[in-house]
Every structure is written in structure tokens, then in C-alpha cells.
């Protein structure tokens, strides 16, 4: 049997194949550490009859198990010097000579291991991620871009070349190859961490370029005032939404951007104006017909705001949350049946969470006012079940940072006391 007929069923660059006890280092370390116990197994098999380099490579496994580079280094060094023809032990060697963080005796191991087996998988790889170690990243380039031509379906080559080309200020490159990694390993969270930083750069880079073309353009206005909203400067991303309303008056969409700043701020009749100027635009905006037919619910102007969110869902009957505000609507108009009937199609929309809460919620008080005592405390039971559960349930910023453009800008305020009569 050749020392590396077996390579391909075991080096699966994946950190799923890291062992729980694996102690705490970082990444790199980790995933080199699973190359080399995947690597030692073979060439343990290979080595079967030679009872001192199989010691020595058994001695070498353990000790990268255990963390301790300087062992692994001294057991790999006395399997080569026993084994001088093995590209294997050239190669384990070097991955702890890195982890031992010998990084240029671990590139010599490497270019070793390559002569003597050039076909041997991982070479080129992690010759890149050595380089890389070493900031000389035109190498680590050249070398990761070969590891992806040889596997090209490698995902962990893929984000590797992906950060290099980062580090190299090639933001557009770096996206490509992150993209073709988390094609191939959507779950991986390295991977999805240095693609979203690629993609923010490439964001940036086309930002700075509007800019310098055109500083004063509404572009460059809207994207500022968009990022002030997302940084929470609303007062800043207020001022931005107007420079670009006054540069393009008529653009679809501005008027909106304006408007939700403006609910945000708590500033409602120019908010209520922002929207009503965006529907002249586009009179079939179901999104800003919602957003200004629930505001207007929410200031106690029912007249006003049920029309619009029936001509909202009519256009779009996907928006599931205009049928809360629409229930609220109806029911301060005293329609209380068909009140009912729209939260409890907000319910079944399965659309925001909390407006599905709340519409139990006003169910619950509805049909107490209408003495129906066992479905409003059906409705109360809900509420409060659903309550719990999200009370319970730990929300990332990421989630809480996920924005819709149907979302409106102020939610519905979840009661404390259930009990208490909504508004």
C-alpha cells in the first residue's frame, strides 16, 4: 500500500471533524491539527512494519491532541529522519511546526512534502495559509489560488484565498471566492463572517466612489441617510432623507426613507406628510398606503387610516400586518365582527411576532366588551403563551437589526400586564 493511497477518505477540511476536547486555540491551529491526526492515521498504515516510526508517529498524534507543538515536532523530526522518502511525515511535520509557530521551517517541511509527492492533497493549501501567517501574501495567493484549482469543491481553500484577497484591499475578488465557499459550506460561521466583511468593503468601496463623482447627488444623500438610520442617528439620517428629497422631489422612494425616519423620531405629522407625498408619487405603493393607513390608526384617525389599509391589502395581500392595524382601526369605529375577523387574519398570516401577540391581545379585550367570556380567555391564554415564549427566547442583535421595508418604524408595545386594557 502507498503511504497516501488513503489521503482522499481522510482529509476533509471541515471544522465538524474536531473533537470535542480538542483544547481552546484559534481556528487555524484547529483545522491544521485535523489535518494532521486525518494524515497520521494514514501513514500510520502505511508504516504498519516499521515499529520505531509508527512509535514516533503515534507519540507525534498524541501530542498534537494534547496541544504540545514542541513534542509533536521533535516525534515528526525523528519519523523523517527515520523515513527520509515520506511526504506524509514531511508534511505532519510541518503542520507542527506551525502550530509551534516555526513558520518558515514549517514552509521548508511544506516544499519537502510537495517534492516528494507533488500530487499529495493539502500541500498547496496550507503552503497558503503559512504564507499568509507570514504576511508574504502574493505567495499565500499563488498557493490558495492553486488549492482551489486542484479541489476546486474545497470550501476551506475558498475562504482562505477569499482572506487573503481582504487583507490584499481586493474586496471584489474576495466576495467571488467567499460566495463559491459558502456555496459549498453554508453553515459555516468563519466563512459567513469573512464574506459579510467582503461584501461590506465592496459596499463601502462603490459609496466612496458616488461620492467622489458626485457628492451632492441624491444617491449620496439617500445611501448617508440610510446609514445614519442603521447607526441610529436618526436626527442625522432625517436631515439626509430631505437634501435628497429636495435634489429629486419626485423619486420614488425618498419620500418613505423620509417618512420612517421621521415615525422613528416621534415627529408623526411630518412623518404623516412624508408618506402622503410618497402615494401621490405612486399611487399604488401598497407599502407606504400601510405605513401611512397605521400611522393614522395609531393617532386615533380611524376614518382616515382604514381606507387606505384596504386599498394597501388589495394591492398586496402578502402585507399580513396590515390586517392588525386594520382590526384596530375597525374596532375603534365600533365594527367589532369584523374587527375580529382581521386579527385573526393577522394570527394566521404568521407575519410579525409581536403583532401577533398583540392581536390575541385585542381579541381578548374585544370579546370581553362583547361578554363572550370563553373566547376572551382563549385569546388571553394566547397572548400570555406567546408572551412566555418569546420573554424566554434569546434574540441576537442580528435578529433585532433585520429590518423589512414593510416593518413599520414603531411597533406595538407588548403590555406587561395582561390584564391592563390595550389602547
Known sequence: MEENSMVPNFLLLSSAMLPDVLPHRSRISALLFTFSIAAATVATVGFAQEADARAFFQQGNAAMRRGDAAEAIQDFQQFVKATPGSAIGYFNLALALEQGNQLQDALAALHKASALDPSLRGVPLFTGIVFYKMNRLAEADAA???????????????????????????????????????????????????????????????????????????????????????????????????????????????HEELGDALWTSGKLQDADDAYAAEIKIDPFDAVALYKLG?????????????????????????????????????????????????????????????????????LATLYRQMHQGKEAGEALAAFRRMKDARDQRQQTKFQEQAQRRDKLPQQEKIPSDPEASPN
Do not use: C
Open 144 to 254: 490558495l489560488t492553486r488549492a482551489v484549482q486542484l479541489e476546486p469543491k474545497n470550501a476551506m481553500a475558498w475562504m482562505w484565498l477569499g482572506v487573503v484577497e481582504l487583507d490584499q484591499n481586493r474586496a471584489d475578488a474576495a466576495a467571488t471566492s467567499l460566495d463559491k465557499a459558502a456555496a459549498l459550506d453554508p453553515s459555516n460561521l468563519d466563512i459567513l463572517y469573512h464574506r459579510g466583511r467582503a461584501h461590506l468593503l465592496v459596499s463601502k468601496e462603490s459609496y466612496a466612489a458616488m461620492y467622489a463623482r458626485d457628492p451632492d447627488s441624491w444617491r449620496v444623500h439617500e445611501v448617508l441617510g440610510q446609514s445614519d438610520a442603521e447607526a441610529y442617528r436618526t436626527e442625522d439620517a432625517i436631515g439626509e432623507f430631505q437634501l435628497a428629497v429636495r435634489a429629486a422631489p419626485l423619486q420614488p422612494g425618498l
Open 294 to 362: 397605521s400611522l393614522r390608526v395609531t393617532r386615533d384617525q380611524a376614518a382616515q387610516g382604514v381606507p387606505l389599509l384596504e386599498k394597501a391589502l388589495s394591492q398586496d395581500p402578502t402585507l399580513v400586518d396590515a390586517h392588525y392595524y386594520l382590526g384596530r382601526g375597525m374596532a375603534a369605529q365600533g365594527q367589532n365582527d369584523a374587527a375580529i375577523q382581521q386579527f385573526r387574519l393577522a394570527i394566521e398570516g404568521k407575519g410579525d411576532e409581536e403583532l401577533q401577540m398583540m392581536s390575541w391581545y385585542q
